[in-house]
């Protein structure tokens, strides 16, 4: 998918009761049966209109009762606000509700659906939700079409984390995963990140190794072929992914397995 594509928004339905309006900024309504529970809350708080006016579409008189964010970053709650003015549902994320490490199910007559906090991989917030009997998958920002999701610099206890935690998401075995931005993504696309990040770090550590410096690494080291169409991945993230390996190798911090 181009990247014009992937951000002219649009709103697609998985598995019979869940819709996800996909754009630059992505949202989900769960139709569980009894009431409907909702994926994060978008950027701009004028987009509540329209989506609100797809939500009666989509689940009709059903309530929402849910909103869950997958973390609170700005770009996750606008709608926050908007959603409890205008349904009284309870938000639901790292902030407002005390979510123990194998996390809580909202069961309801037509699905059951898990959020299990993740946290530090991108915030120490991050939360995932899982819709087990549609196998999809929602990973907020932990999955950014190739941009490393960690904030902080790489240091070996983080990455090991992050790898890790990769390790469990593609464990569920999600036939779909959503990501907080950007198109939809598949179990297959998580294990190719972390193939991706592997390669990287070693051929920056063998380039750092013989002398490179930033700007010949991220000139010699070009993005893989079968990764070209990943979202914003050719013009800004993979260059971006070099140099910030390339710092944490530089300091030590990381080295090839
Ligand atoms: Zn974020």
Same mark, same amino acid.
């Given at each position: ?6 951000? =002219? ?19 989900a309504w769960i139709d569980?049966?009894? *009431? ?11 987009? &509540? ?15 929402? @009762? ?7 970053? *700005? ?18 994320? &790292? ?6 490490? =194998? ?14 906090? =993740? ?15 549609? @196998? ?10 190739? %941009? ?23 464990d569920f075995d999600a ?8 198109? %939809?993504? =598949?179990? &297959? ?6 193939? *991706?990040?592997?390669?990287? !770090? ?22 893989p072929a079968d990764m %070209?169409?990943?979202?914003?991945? !050719?013009? @800004? ?6 140099? @910030? ?8 911090? %990381?080295?090839?397995?």
């Amino acid at each position: 998918m181009s990247d014009v594509q992937a951000e =002219t928004p649009k709103i697609i339905q998985l598995s019979g009761g869940i819709w996800v309006r996909q754009e630059i900024d992505n949202i989900a309504w769960i139709d569980m049966g009894d *009431y409907g529970l909702v994926v994060d809350a978008l950027e701009h708080v004028e987009k &509540a209109d329209e989506v609100f006016a797809a939500i009666e579409r989509d689940l009709g008189r059903v309530p929402i @009762r849910y909103l869950i964010n997958t973390h609170t970053h *700005y770009d996750h709650v606008a709608l926050n606000d908007a959603f409890v003015g205008r349904f009284g549902c309870e938000i639901i994320n &790292a902030e407002t509700t005390e979510i123990g490490p =194998t996390g809580k199910w909202f069961e309801a007559s037509e699905r059951r659906v898990l959020i299990q906090p =993740t946290p530090g991989c991108h915030t120490d917030q991050d939360c995932i939700i899982w819709c087990e009997p549609d @196998r999809v998958l929602f990973v907020g920002d932990i999955f950014g079409w190739g %941009l490393i999701p960690l904030i902080a610099q790489l240091r070996p206890d983080n990455t090991q984390h992050l790898l890790e935690t990769y390790q469990r998401l593609i464990d569920f075995d999600a036939k779909v995963v959503v990501p907080g931005h950007g198109p %939809l993504a =598949t179990t &297959a696309d998580l294990s190719r990140w972390l193939e *991706y990040f592997d390669w990287l !770090v070693g051929k920056v550590s063998a380039a750092v190794a013989a002398g490179a410096s930033d700007s010949q690494i991220i000139d010699e080291i070009k993005p893989p072929a079968d990764m %070209l169409h990943w979202w914003r991945f !050719v013009a @800004r993230k993979h260059a971006d992914c070099v140099e @910030r390996i390339a710092k944490s190798i530089r300091r030590g911090w %990381l080295e090839a397995t």
